[in-house]
């Protein structure tokens, strides 16, 4: 069975930093593409990053130079780190594993004060 837990979340003020983390159990994350997604209330799932097998990333616009995704394959772990953060940041923040079939997790929610 696989799950995706994802932990890190909360509340920070506007300018602070959070680190999200996506412990995976069932897959291999170094054999999948893994992502962060984000969905603020009223809004779609829109993707934050992603990192490939080859550890290609990718970053939506919005993030880019404020958040970096990475891998850590000792602990089967996806990381995101989120400086500067902002406002419109603040959604449900969310673990995807991509492959032969996707996996989801539940979410963790980042919300960020002016």
């Known amino acids: 069975q696989v799950q995706l837990v994802e932990s890190g979340g909360g509340l920070v003020q506007a300018g602070g930093s959070l680190r999200l983390s996506c412990a995976a159990s069932?897959?291999?994350?170094?054999?999948?593409?893994m992502g962060w997604y984000r969905q603020a209330p009223g809004n779609q799932r829109e993707l934050v990053a992603t990192?490939?097998?080859?550890?290609?990333?990718k970053y939506a616009g919005s993030v880019k130079g404020r958040f970096t995704i990475s891998r850590d394959n000792a602990k089967n772990t996806v990381l995101l780190q989120m400086n500067s953060l902002k406002p419109e940041d603040t959604a449900v923040y969310y673990c995807?594993?991509?492959?032969?079939?996707?996996?989801w997790g539940q979410g963790t929610q980042v919300t960020v004060s002016s």
């Open positions: 069932g897959i291999i994350v170094s054999f999948y593409t």
């Open positions: 990192i490939t097998r080859g550890s290609t990333t």
């Open positions: 995807k594993g991509e492959g032969l079939r996707d996996y």
